[in-house]
């Protein structure tokens, strides 16, 4: 009993400090809730909690045969889906650092030879599920890597310049991005649209994968994502979790989409923010979504520890970076938690070279995420229950 004690204590100072001065700010109306979804999602979806696994970092080895003895790690740590980043092969042309971006694919229906092969994976995929968990692949729909095969075996595929040559992904914002080693995929062509999809339902069908992580999702057409889980859903009730924040991409039949408003507002208020951002904040959270959609709450992935900070220097050293996590990991939504984050890591972790990760170190820490998780592993509140904000309405309301 005395483990979860820290997590109890954390989870009441969290409230405390949630509910501290606020005097004069008005509680913010909650937004009209869209319509309900009109897909049903899979029954595992409200429990989720994920681990984002980096396969070149979890292990020495850096294979999917060397994950398997780790399972039961995840399963105590209170893990029940596993998603992995991207497993395909990466390309060389334009690589960046030593190893390349795992999101620049050079073959979507291959493996990457540096983490095993076909047959490896498949004995991952099966060793997850014998213990009822449930495995995601990351899926780069929006770009492929230069020396991908597409690129000369189906030109039409790709968005070229007034030259011919394909281009660099351009942003929503119509600016050029600095993703020098992919090209764009051009999803007005309709041959493209099915070969993904039949991509898709290929690591479905032939390997019994549970779902996608659909990167950059909300750069690739909405009528692609409606058209392709529901193909992936007539073979099995898949999770579909979207990189993309903006609600109205649940349509599209997206399980859960990225809490970035309220990761943004979560750093401002633990670096001393006025009141104003924690009434912001909760203004994010309470961002309407469709009935039965959530979000992913984080204080850290792949792409904020690479380029932002680990949580302990954005959150005030560990145990500031425990109460944040105890504050997003405690609304509703799908908790997560990075490759060795419950380890505690202190600094930035890029991802296109091998990073040694010491998976003994600050055992504390790593007793807080199992205390936490174990808490909400036996809460209903904190998995499915309804969310009320009361705003304090003087400064000695608390």
């Known amino acids: 009993m005395m483990v979860r004690l820290p997590a109890l204590l954390l989870f009441s100072a969290f409230l405390l400090a949630a509910c501290e001065p606020s005097a004069g700010v008005e509680e913010p109306a909650a937004p009209e809730a869209p319509a309900a979804l009109t897909w049903q999602q899979p029954g595992w979806v409200d429990d989720a909690v994920i681990y984002e696994l980096f396969t070149t970092d979890f292990t020495e080895e850096g294979t999917f045969r060397a994950i398997i003895p780790r399972l039961g790690e995840l399963e105590d740590l209170g893990v029940n889906t596993i998603w992995l980043m991207p497993i395909h092969p990466i390309g060389e042309e334009g690589r960046k650092g030593v190893l390349g971006s795992p999101y620049a694919i050079k073959d979507y229906y291959a493996v990457n030879p540096a983490f ?27 770009h492929t890597a230069p020396d991908n095969a597409w690129v000369d075996e189906h030109p039409e595929w790709y968005t070229r310049d007034a030259d011919g040559n394909p281009i660099t992904p351009v942003g929503p914002d119509g600016n ?26 290929y690591w479905v069908e032939e390997f019994d994968i549970d779902g ?23 073979v099995k009730p898949v999770l579909m979790l979207a990189e993309n924040e903006e609600p109205s991409i649940h349509r599209a039949g997206f399980d859960l ?35 039965g959609a959530g979000r992913l709450r984080f204080t850290t992935n792949h792409d904020e520890t690479a380029w932002d900070a680990p949580p302990p220097d954005l959150f005030g050293g560990q145990q500031g970076a425990q109460a944040a996590y105890v504050l997003t990991a405690s609304l509703p939504g799908a908790p997560l938690v990075y490759n060795g984050q419950e380890t505690g890591v202190e600094t930035p972790v890029p991802f296109f070279e091998k990073s040694a990760y010491d998976w003994t170190a600050r055992p504390e820490v790593r007793a807080f995420y199992d205390a936490y998780l174990a808490l909400h592993e036996a809460s209903p509140a904190l998995q499915d229950g309804a969310l009320t904000f009361h705003a304090a309405d003087a400064e000695d309301a608390v």
């Open 116 to 142: 095993g092969t076909e047959e490896d994976f498949r004995a991952l995929v099966d060793s997850v599920h014998a213990r009822g968990m449930h495995l995601l692949i990351d899926l780069v729909a929006n």
């Open 176 to 201: 050029p991005t600095d993703w020098t080693d992919v090209v764009d995929l051009n999803y007005d062509d309709p041959a493209l649209r099915a070969e993904m999809i039949r991509m898709m339902r």
């Open 212 to 234: 996608y992580r659909a990167d950059v999702a909300g750069w690739v057409p909405d009528a692609f994502w409606e058209e392709a889980i529901a193909a992936l859903r007539a």
């Open 257 to 291: 989409t990225y809490a970035w408003p309220e990761y943004a507002r979560l750093k401002e208020v633990w670096s001393g923010a006025p009141a104003s951002s924690l009434v912001a904040l909760v203004e994010e959270v309470e961002a309407a979504l469709p009935e």
